[in-house]
């Protein structure tokens, strides 16, 4: 995802009625340090959820051909620090389909690593809590969405 200038985004508020800056300045004071970018998905992604998934996964590819994948202590640290990011991410989308989404996309990318991180205990046991965490995640959605995340899971 390509944050926007401070510029570009007091453009933007400019056109905004007073009620809906008061609601993004309120929500806004949650968060401390990615303000800005918290800004820029509310202004410019939020109304096509899709297109934002989809930045960020772009956004996950790149840190995922990124890892050191000499050594699996790298590599956990790399693939930790990318967890870090999709919860970011999901948090500024308050869907749970962004969050499921980017879960899934995170254990498919996982899965494709080289070399594999079953053969690692630590990265093993982390790829399982984040299945866990995906099937809790699912079970809240509606009832069509949860058959296709589940048979997205099962490929896993």
């Known amino acids: 995802m390509k944050i926007e200038s ?30 800005k970018a918290l800004l820029t998905y509310l202004l410019f992604n939020a109304h096509n959820e899709d297109a934002y998934v989809e930045s960020v996964k772009e956004t996950l590819d790149e840190l995922f051909e990124g890892i050191n994948t000499d050594s699996y202590f790298y590599m956990k640290k790399t693939i930790r620090k990318i967890l870090r990011q999709i919860r970011v991410y999901s948090r500024y989308s ?12 995170f254990c498919e990318r996982l899965n494709t690593l080289k070399p594999s991180i079953h053969r690692n205990k630590t990265l093993s046991n982390l790829y399982e809590r984040q299945i866990l965490s995906i099937k809790k995640k699912i079970s809240v959605l509606h009832e069509d969405l949860q058959y296709d995340y589940n048979l997205q899971l099962e490929t896993l």
């Open 94 to 105: 308050n869907k749970k389909t962004t969050e499921v989404e980017l879960l899934l996309y």
């Open 6 to 35: 401070i510029v570009t985004i007091k453009k933007e508020l400019q056109h905004l009625p007073k009620e809906d800056l008061l609601a993004l300045c309120l929500r806004l004071g949650k968060f401390k340090k990615e303000n």
